[in-house]
C-alpha cells in the first residue's frame, strides 16, 4: 500500500491529519484547476476551499479503485461548473467597477515580467472564450498533464469525446489567438485587458 | 494524404506521438500549413503558464472549516431534536391544561358546610383553608401546580416554536 493510499484509509477512518496532508499535497492542482476554470483568484481559493469540503464530506463514498487524484480534481471540475453556471445566471455589468493595471514587482524585470502578465492575460482570455467543456479538457490536458483516458474519467465522458472537445477546443483557441494578433497587427497595440485580475500580479492598483 | 486525416495527425503530433506524413502534407496544402501554424501559436502560448500557485493559507483555511464544521450538529439532528422537543412542548402543554381544568373542576365541584361559609364572611379564615377543609390539601396545590405547568408549557413551546421561524440571518 503506497502512502497516499495509507493516508486516504486514514482520512475515510476519521484521521483529519491525514486529510490534511492530502490537502497540503493537492493544493497546488485544484487550485490550479480552479483558477484557470473560474479566471480569478478570489473565486478559484473559494472554490478551492469548497472542493476539498466536499471532498471530506464524500470521503465515505470513494471508490478505493479509483486514483484519488482523478476524484478530487472531479470534483473541483463538477463544484467549478456549477459556479460558472450560477455566474451566468448572475450576471451584472461591469461597467461601473474600476479597471485594474498590472504592476510589475520591483525585483524583476520590468520587461520580462510586463511580458508575462502579457502571456498570462491573453491564455485568461482564450480560456475565458471557451465554452466551459472545452477550456475544462484543455486545462486538464495542458496543466495537470492527464491522458485521454484520466480526463475521461475526470469528467464522466468517453475518450471518444475528450478527443473530439480537445480538438474542437485547440481549433478554437489557434483561431482566437490568430483573430487577436491580426488585431495587433491592424491596429498596432493590443487589445484592451478586461478587469478581472492576473494570475502573475504582484501587486494591484486601480488604473490611474 | 486527404486533409481530414492530417488534422488528425495534427492532433497526435501536439499530443507527443509521430505524426508519418504530415510534413510532407503540410509542405504541399496551404491550408493546413496555416492551422498548423495557428495551432503551433496557441501551443506556445499555452507552454508559457505554469500551474498557479495556491495562496500560502489555503490548506489551513480548508482545515479550520473542517474543524468548524465537525463541531456543528448535521442538519437533519437539528431538525429531529427540535421537532422532538416541539412535540414534548406540546404533549406538555395539553397535559398542563387538562390538570388546571381538571383541578378547578374537582375544587368547584366539592361541597362546602355552611359554618365555613360563615367563617370566611366573617374573616375568620383564609381562601386557602376553607378550600382545605372542604376537599383536602391535595386538591388545593393541584391547581396551583397546573398553572404553573401550564406557564411553563407556554415559555417552552415559545422558545422552541419562535426561533425555529424567526427570519435567519444571511451571514
Known sequence: MDSETALVDSAR???RDAFEQLVEAYSKPVYNLAFRMLGNGRDAEDASQEAFLRAYRALGSYDRSRPFSTWLLSITAHHCIDR??????????????PTWRWVP??????????????????VRQLLDDLPESYRLVVVLR?????????????????ESAVKSRLHRARRQLAAALAEADGAIDRDGERAPVPAGGNSQCNAILPAS | MQCDIARILMDERLDGAVAPGLDEHLASCRGCASEWSKLEAAERLLATQDM??????????VTHRIELESRLIPDWQRTLMQVALIAVGAVLLALATAAFVHGWAQVLRAPVAEGQVDSVIH???????????????????WPLYAVLAVALAIVWFGALVVPRFAPRSTR
Not at chain 1, 142 to 157: N, P, Q, T
Open chain 1, 13 to 15: 477512518a476519521g484521521d
Open chain 1, 84 to 97: 460558472l453556471r450560477r455566474r451566468k445566471g448572475n450576471e451584472i455589468s461591469l461597467d461601473g467597477l
Open chain 1, 105 to 122: 514587482a520591483a525585483t524583476i524585470d520590468p520587461e520580462r515580467s510586463a511580458e508575462r502578465a502579457d502571456q498570462a492575460d491573453r
Open chain 1, 142 to 158: 495542458y496543466w495537470h498533464d492527464l491522458g485521454y483516458s484520466e480526463i475521461a474519467s475526470v469528467i464522466g465522458e468517453s
Open chain 2, 52 to 61: 498557479a500557485e495556491p495562496p500560502a493559507h489555503l490548506a489551513s483555511r
Open chain 2, 123 to 141: 374573616g375568620a379564615g383564609k381562601l386557602s383553608g376553607l378550600l382545605a377543609e372542604a376537599v383536602g390539601p391535595d386538591a388545593v396545590i
